[in-house]
């Protein structure tokens, strides 16, 4: 089973940006959907970004379209998510999440879709 290793995370300004990395250790990522997710102090985690086994399909929440971009590299067994123009509610833990055993195009956006979790960072944006 792949575990799931997240990085990244830091406190920022409005505006500024990030890129979040999330790193697989035992098992190579091309067999797995990803998908990223925040969740905010007295909030439900919320789907983020998602990216299908293929890397040709993806799926973002409204409030980061335009702003964040999902991408993977297979051969360092690693998912992105670059984070531009950040603003104060992206503020959250984000977690990275994989699901098994799908087609290549497919991505979900709901958190009881995915099997595996990283254990989150920290993303502050400060205004």
């Known amino acids: 089973q792949v575990q799931l290793v997240e990085s990244g995370g830091g406190l920022v300004l409005a505006g500024e940006s990030l890129r979040l990395s999330c790193t697989a250790s035992g098992r190579t990522l091309s067999t797995y959907a990803m998908g990223w997710f925040r969740q905010a102090p007295g909030k439900e985690r919320e789907f983020v970004a998602a990216i299908s086994r293929s890397g040709g399909s993806t799926d973002y929440v409204d409030s980061v379209k335009g702003r964040f971009t999902i991408s993977r590299d297979s051969a360092k067994k690693t998912v992105y998510l670059q984070m531009n123009s950040l603003k104060p509610e992206d503020t959250a833990v984000y977690y990275c999440?994989?699901?098994?055993?799908?087609?290549?195009?497919?991505?979900?956006?709901?958190?009881?879709?995915?099997?595996?979790w990283g254990q989150g960072t920290q993303v502050t944006v400060s205004s």
């Open positions: 999440a994989a699901r098994a055993g799908v087609a290549a195009f497919v991505v979900f956006t709901t958190y009881s879709a995915y099997d595996t």
